[in-house]
């Protein structure tokens, strides 16, 4: 998004930085893995692997949080039910595409072309998620918007805290942190930890992609 997202409610700002990261981390992955195939490397393909692994669980995690939370709440709601039916679709649609490109990265090292399609894989995820985040950004502050409140946020907020798997407590927040911008904290949720974990993604990143910018 070109626009701060600092005056939206703090859990509408997670859910787009979250976006943000995902569509950032997409075409760094695609290069990694080009680079892998290009010349083969034990020890990076074990890295990349292991951190795909972990942001497929934080793109997983993200889309069973609403739609397990927040459509069924925006239908308690009365929101438009076209909308959700739109978005959960899509969630369906590329939910088949994160487990095949899942499965590809774990076979990473198993043969000299698993890296030249884990890159064509990643790029055809990519696109998705682009098109998807686009569309459910569109309708939250669109066709959604009138169900929305405060309170449904705050829920989804605390939902997604609590069923986030305990590694994620030291990934996501510096995830988060690294494609917001200075006015944007108020979207990163745990602050201090995404400060303190910082530098430990930058490293886990290095070794997977072998670069961070």
């Known amino acids: 998004m070109s626009t701060s997202l600092s005056s939206l409610p703090s859990g509408h700002q997670t859910m787009l930085l979250a976006h943000r990261a995902m569509v950032t981390d997409m075409p760094r992955i695609a290069a990694a893995a080009t680079r892998l195939a290009e010349a083969p490397d034990a020890t990076r393909g074990a890295a ?10 934080l793109i997983n995690h993200h889309h069973e949080g609403e739609n397990e939370y927040l459509w069924p ?17 899509e969630h369906e649609e590329l939910d088949k595409f994160l487990a095949e490109w899942h499965r590809t990265a774990l076979e990473l090292g198993a043969g000299g072309d698993v890296a030249a399609e884990l890159a064509r894989i990643t790029m055809d995820v990519h696109e ?4 998807h985040a686009a569309d459910e950004e569109t309708e939250l502050i669109g066709r959604l918007a009138p169900a929305l409140d405060t309170k449904i946020w705050k829920g989804f907020e605390t939902h997604m805290r609590k069923t986030a798997p305990l590694w994620t407590l030291r990934f996501m927040p510096a995830w988060l942190l690294s494609v917001a911008r200075p006015d944007e904290l108020g979207g990163v949720p745990a602050l201090p930890m995404a400060r303190l974990f910082r530098g430990w993604l930058e490293r886990t990143q290095r070794a997977a992609l072998g670069t961070v910018d």
């Open 48 to 57: 990349l692997s292991g951190y795909i692994d972990q942001v497929h669980t």
């Open 73 to 89: 709440r925006l239908r308690s709601a009365g929101a438009d039910e076209a909308s959700i039916a739109l978005l959960a679709a």
């Open 128 to 131: 998705r998620l682009v098109a």
